[in-house]
C-alpha cells in the first residue's frame, strides 16, 4: 500500500508550512532575552521604529495577559521579568528579513540581573530565589484528574502523588532491596522544518493562521483564550507538518507573537519562522528528571514494592509539564504486577526554556531508571534479566499500580519478540583486546491522552469519490494513509477515490490534537462512525432506488449488490443520481470520545480504573561493545518491537518503530542540549549531534500485534513507546559487558571511561 | 534586487533577479518560488537543501547565488518527467523511505550522485554517502533499502 502523502514527497510538491505565501507578507520576529533570569528597567523601542521598513514593533506591555495549557503563568513577551534566554522580550513585523532583523538589533533593553536558577538542586534550596513568587494566583486550567497547585514559597509548579499498598513494611521485609538515582538530559526535538506561522487579521473574520501545528484546533481554542476573543474569531489551517514530535503544540512564543504582530499590521498578513538557533533556544524539548527509585524482592524474584522519587527540571512556564510528570509517574514503576507503589514526581521551575511535551512523553526518562534499576535487581538475585521480568510482568487480567484491571497487555509478546531475535545468534567477539561484549533489554508501557473528543465528517459524492473531512495532521506519522484506508474499507470504495481534506479549524470537525499515538484509534473510530452514518443512509437511498430490501443490499468496491440479483446492482454514483434525479452527495459526522470510559485519577493516590484509553507496548534489545581502555561504546545491534494492536498499514508501522527506535539511539548516545547557569552551550546541529546513517546499528524493527478491543480492527498507536525502550536496553548492554552501570544520559565514551575507572578504583581498595 | 543572473534549473533557461547576498537556496526559493527544496538549518549541516550544481552536490543554504550565475542546477522538481516519478523516488516511495518527508529532497539529490558514481554500492558505502543528510523521523533504515532497490532497479533485470 503506497502512502498518499509521499509521492508528492518525492517530487517537491508537497506544501510545508514553510511554503506559504502570501501577496504583501510581512517578515516577523522577535528578540530573545539573551539573559536567563532578570528584572526588565526599561526596553526602548524607538530605534527600531524610526527604521523605514518597519511596520510594526510589540513589548510585553502591548499584550500583557497570559496564557498555557494547564496553568496561565506565560506572557507572550516578557513583561517585567525574564525567566530564561530564549524568551521573547520584543518583537517586529518589517517589509524584509534584513530590516526585520536590524530593527531586533535596535531595540536596547536594560536588565537587572537575577541569580540563576539552573538545576534541580538550585530550585530545591532553602534559599531559592522564586521564579514565579505569585505562582498560586494564576489562573488554572481545568485538567480532568489533575490537580495543579504550585507549592506557595517553592520553585514547585506541580506534585504528582501515587500511593498503593505499604511500601514501607513491604522494603522492611524484603529479601533484596536496592535503591539508586538516574538521571537524563534536556534533548532537543529537532525536527528540520522550523516552527512557522503565517498570520493575517482581517476585519470581518478574524485572525486565520497557516501554521506547522499537530493540534489545529487547540492551537485556535488557546488562541482565541490568550485574545480573549470567541473561538469563531480564529481560523487555523495546516498543511504538512514537517517533523514534530510532540512540537509545534500549544501557544508558546511563535502564535502570540505571531497573531500580535498580525493584529497591529492587519490586514497585511505576516510570517514569523524560527531559525535553527531559535529551535535550540527558544523551542520545547525533552525534560530532564532525576530519578530516585527504590525497588524490593522476594526469593523468587516477585516484585513486593517500587518507590521512585523525581524532580523534574521544568524551565521557565509550566507548559504541559505537569501533564508530562503525570502521565510518566504512573508507569515510571513500569509494566508490572507491584503491589506496593509510591511515586512523588515534582515538576520544578528552573531559569531554562520550558520543556514540553515529547515523544513518548516522560517515559524514556522513567525507563532508563527502573528498566535499569530491574538488570541490578536481577544480578543481586543471580537470575536472568529476562526471566526476572517474566515472573513480574504485567498479564491479561492483572491489576496495573493505579487499580485498573489490564487487558489486550502487549509488554510480554513485545519483550518475547525482542529476546528472541536478540539471542537468535551468539555475539560475535570484540573487535578490539580491550573490548567487551554485552546484551540488555527493556520493556516499557505509555498511556494515551485521555479523555478527549474527537470528530470527523464523510462525504460520499455523486460521482462515487469520498471526502475524509478530519483535523488529522500529517506530520510524517501516516496518518493520511491509515485513516484513508479505514474509510475506503468501511465504505468499500477504491483506496485512490478517498480525498483527504487537509486540516483547517472552520471546515474539519473538532479533534484535540494529532498527538500521543491517538489519531488511528480515535479518528479510527470517528471516522467509522462518520461512514457508518453515510453507509446507512446510502443503502436507505438504494433501497428506494432498487426496490429492495435494505436487508437484502451489500456494499462492495463502489457498488450497491442486491443478493440474489446481481442484475439489479448500481454504482454509489447510480444510486445518488437516480435518488435525487441528480447530483448530490451523503454526508455523515462521527464521534468518538472517552470521557465515559475515562475514571478521574484520584489525585492523592492516582488510583484510576482506567487513566487511559488505552496502553501501548514497546521493547528493545541492544547488543554493545565497550573498550574498557578508552570507554568507547558502540551499539552493534538494536532490536525494537512495538505493538500496533492491528498493523492497519504495516509498512507505515514499521516506520514508526524503526524511527522511534532511532530517536532513542539518539537520546542514549549523543543528544543533550549543554547548559551552564541557565545559558545554552551548543545551540547548533554541529555541537548538538543527531543520529546519521552511520551510527546506525544493525537494526531489527518488530510490528507485534495484540489486538485492542477497542481499536478499529484492533488497531492501538504506535508512534512512541519504541523510544522509551531503547536507551534503557543500551544501558542494560552496558552493564552487561562492564559490570558498571552508568547512570546518566547521554552514555558519552568520556562517562564510561570514567565511569570504568572509579568502578576499579573501588574494586582494588576494597 | 541587486543584480540579474542567467542559468539553467532542471534544463529550463532562467533570469532571475536577486540581491547580492542571497544564497541559492534563496534563488530557488525566493526568486523562482520553487518550494521544493527545503531549508532545514541554513548552516550546511543537515543536508535538507541538497541540489546539484553543474552535477555536483552542494548544500545550496550556503553556496552564494551569484556563483549559481551560468551554471545549470538540478533540484528534487527536475527528478520526475511528465508527472511520473523516476526509479529513484518510486524507490522511496515503495520502500518507506519517507515519513514527513523534509529531508526527502536532500536523500534523493545525494543518492542520485551516489548511484551515478557507484552503481552499486555496498551498504556501507550508502551509508558514508549519506552520512551528510539528516531525516529526524529516523527512517535511515528503511532510506537505506529504498537506495539498495534504486540501485537494483537501475541496473535492470
Known sequence: ?766 | MNRTIDLTVNGRHENVEIHDNWTLLDVLRSGLTMLGTEEGCGEGSCGSCTVLVDGRLVRSCLFLGVRASGRDVLTVEGLSKDGELDALQNAFVDEGGIQCGFCTPGFLMTTKVLLEENPSPTEEEIREFLSGNFCRCGGYTLILKAVQAAALAKAGP
Open chain 1, 1 to 766: 500500500m503506497r502512502r498518499v502523502d509521499t509521492p508528492g514527497k518525492a517530487t517537491g510538491a508537497a506544501e510545508y508550512g514553510v511554503d506559504h505565501r502570501l501577496p504583501g507578507m510581512l517578515v516577523g520576529k522577535f528578540k530573545r532575552a539573551g539573559v536567563p533570569h532578570a528584572r526588565i528597567e526599561n526596553i526602548d523601542t524607538s530605534g527600531a521604529l524610526a527604521l523605514p521598513g518597519v511596520r510594526a514593533v510589540i513589548t510585553g506591555a502591548d499584550w500583557p495577559r497570559h496564557h498555557g495549557p494547564l496553568l496561565r503563568d506565560q506572557p507572550a513577551l516578557a513583561t517585567d521579568r525574564v525567566r530564561w534566554a530564549g524568551e521573547a522580550v520584543a518583537a517586529v513585523a518589517a517589509v524584509d528579513e534584513e530590516t526585520a532583523i536590524e530593527a531586533i538589533d535596535r531595540i536596547e533593553v536594560e536588565y537587572e540581573d537575577l541569580p540563576v536558577v539552573d538545576t534541580v538542586d538550585d530550585a530545591l534550596a532553602d534559599d531559592a530565589p522564586l521564579l514565579h513568587p505569585d505562582a498560586e494566583l494564576y489562573d488554572v486550567a481545568d485538567t480532568p484528574g489533575m490537580r495543579i497547585q504550585p507549592e506557595p514559597g517553592t520553585n514547585i509548579a506541580y506534585h504528582f502523588k501515587l500511593r498503593r499498598g505499604d511500601v514501607d513494611v513491604a522494603f522492611a521485609t524484603a529479601h533484596v532491596t536496592v535503591e539508586d538515582t538516574y538521571e537524563t538530559q534536556f534533548v532537543q526535538y529537532c525536527h528540520l522544518e522550523p516552527h512557522v506561522v503565517v498570520a493575517q487579521m482581517d476585519p470581518r473574520d478574524g485572525l486565520t493562521l497557516w501554521t506547522s501545528t499537530m493540534g489545529p484546533h487547540t492551537l485556535r481554542n488557546m488562541l482565541a483564550d490568550f485574545l480573549d476573543v470567541p473561538a469563531s474569531n480564529v481560523r487555523v489551517i495546516t498543511s504538512y507538518v514537517g517533523g514534530a514530535y510532540g512540537s509545534k503544540m500549544y501557544l508558546r512564543i511563535i502564535n502570540p507573537v505571531a497573531a500580535l504582530l498580525a493584529k497591529k499590521v492587519a490586514p497585511r498578513p505576516v510570517r514569523v519562522c524560527f531559525d535553527r538557533e531559535d529551535e535550540f533556544l527558544s523551542a520545547a524539548g525533552r525534560l530532564p528528571a532525576r530519578v530516585t527509585i527504590k525497588t524490593a524482592v522476594d526469593r523468587e524474584g516477585r516484585l513486593v514494592a517500587r518507590q521512585s522519587e523525581v524532580f523534574w527540571n521544568k524551565g521557565a512556564y509550566l507548559d504541559l509539564g505537569a501533564m508530562v510528570v503525570r502521565n510518566s509517574g504512573y508507569v515510571s514503576l513500569g509494566p508490572y504486577r507491584i503491589p506496593n507503589a509510591r511515586v512523588d514526581a515534582y515538576c520544578l521551575y528552573t531559569n531554562r526554556q520550558p520543556g514540553g511535551a515529547f515523544r513518548a512523553l516522560g517515559v524514556p526518562q522513567m525507563a532508563w531508571a527502573g528498566e535499569q534499576q530491574l538488570d541490578r535487581v536481577a544480578r543481586e538475585l543471580g537470575m536472568d534479566p529476562l526471566e526476572l521480568r517474566r515472573r513480574n510482568i504485567l498479564q491479561e487480567g492483572d491489576e496495573s499500580v493505579t487499580g485498573e484491571v489490564m487487558s489486550a497487555v502487549g509488554a510480554g509478546p513485545c519483550l518475547e519478540a525482542v529476546a528472541e531475535q536478540l539471542h537468535a545468534m551468539p555475539a560475535e567477539p570484540p573487535e578490539t583486546a580491550s573490548g567487551v561484549v554485552g546484551r540488555g533489554a527493556a520493556v516499557v508501557l505509555k498511556s494515551t491522552l485521555t479523555p478527549t473528543a474527537t470528530f470527523a465528517s464523510v462525504k460520499l459524492n455523486h460521482d462515487g469519490s469520498v471526502d475524509l473531512i478530519a483535523a488529522a495532521v500529517e506530520h510524517g506519522q501516516g496518518t493520511m494513509t491509515a485513516l484513508t484506508q479505514i474509510v475506503a474499507d468501511e465504505l468499500q470504495v477504491p483506496f485512490e477515490r478517498v480525498r483527504f481534506v487537509m486540516p483547517d479549524t472552520s471546515v474539519t470537525p473538532f479533534d484535540r490534537s494529532s498527538s500521543s499515538s491517538r489519531t488511528v484509534f480515535t479518528m479510527g473510530n470517528a471516522l467509522c462512525d462518520a461512514s457508518r452514518e453515510v453507509r446507512t443512509r446510502l443503502l436507505e437511498m438504494a433501497s428506494s432506488v432498487l426496490d429492495a430490501e435494505i436487508q437484502d443490499l451489500e456494499l462492495r468496491d463502489g457498488e450497491v449488490l442486491v443478493r440474489d440479483d446481481p442484475s439489479r446492482s448500481a454504482t454509489y454514483e447510480q444510486i445518488i443520481r437516480r435518488y435525487y434525479k441528480g447530483p448530490g452527495n451523503i454526508g455523515g459526522l462521527g464521534s468518538f470520545a472517552t470521557q465515559s470510559i475515562y475514571d478521574p485519577m484520584d489525585p492523592e493516590t492516582a488510583y484510576s480504573t482506567r487513566p487511559s484509553t488505552f496502553w501501548m507496548y514497546a521493547a528493545a534489545g541492544a547488543e554493545v561493545e565497550v573498550d574498557r581502555e578508552t570507554g568507547e561504546c558502540r551499539v552493534r545491534r538494536l532490536v525494537t518491537a512495538v505493538d500496533a494492536g492491528k498493523a492497519v498499514n504495516p509498512l507505515g508501522c514499521l516506520q514508526q518503530v524503526t524511527g522511534s527506535a532511532v530517536m532513542g539511539l539518539g537520546m542514549a548516545m549523543s543528544e543533550e542540549l549543554v547548559f551552564e547557569e541557565g545559558r545554552v552551550m551548543n545551540p547548533t546541529f554541529l555541537d548538538y549531534k543527531i543520529p546519521t546513517t552511520v551510527d546506525l546499528p544493525q537494526m531489527t524493527d518488530i510490528v507485534v500485534e495484540t489486538p485492542h478491543p477497542d481499536g478499529p480492527s484492533g488497531a492501538r498507536g504506535v508512534g512512541e513507546p519504541g523510544v522509551a525502550a531503547v536507551p534503557a536496553a543500551i544501558g542494560n548492554a552496558v552493564f552487561d559487558a562492564t559490570g558498571v552501570q552508568m547512570t546518566s544520559l547521554p552514555l558519552r565514551s568520556e562517562k564510561i571511561y570514567w565511569s570504568l575507572r572509579a568502578a576499579e578504583k573501588a574494586e582494588g581498595g576494597s
